[in-house]
Nanobody
Framework: QLQLVESGGGLAQPGGSLRLSCKVS????????IGWFRQAPGKEREGVSC????????NYADSVKGRFTISRDNAKNTVYLQINSLKPEDTADYFC???????????????????WGQGTQVTVSS
């Protein structure tokens, strides 16, 4: 079955950078729209970025535009989230997920992601 595993989180200073990875197994990555989500303590999960199977279309939440970059390497079955200019409010558990309906040319149906990784924690603190 489709599985996703996140990695790359950790502790970073404000203004620093992290690169998160989402390794997909069980199916070919090029079939799926992949989203990155985060959940901060006491808050609901929010979608922060997503990309279609070919990577030609990407979307970002307003809170991360200009700082986060999503990319994918289908040959490696991996989606990345480059996070720059980290802010304390970026502190959260970050999850990647696969859309329930593959092969769509858009990825912004945030409620339709149904296969999730275990998450990787990002902590931004001085």
């Amino acid at each position: 079955q489709l599985q996703l595993v996140e990695s790359g989180g950790g502790l970073a200073q404000p203004g620093g950078s992290l690169r998160l990875s989402c390794k997909v197994s069980g199916s070919t990555l090029d079939l799926y729209q992949i989203g990155w989500f985060r959940q901060a303590p006491g808050k609901e999960r929010e979608g922060v970025s997503c990309t279609v199977s070919g990577g030609s279309i990407t979307n970002y939440a307003d809170s991360v535009k200009g700082r986060f970059t999503i990319s994918r390497d289908n040959a490696k079955n991996t989606v990345y989230l480059q996070i720059n200019s980290l802010k304390p409010e970026d502190t959260a558990d970050y999850f990647c997920a696969a859309h329930s309906i593959p092969r769509l040319p858009f990825c912004t149906l945030w409620d339709y992601y149904d296969t999730w990784g275990q998450g990787t924690q990002v902590t931004v603190s001085s």
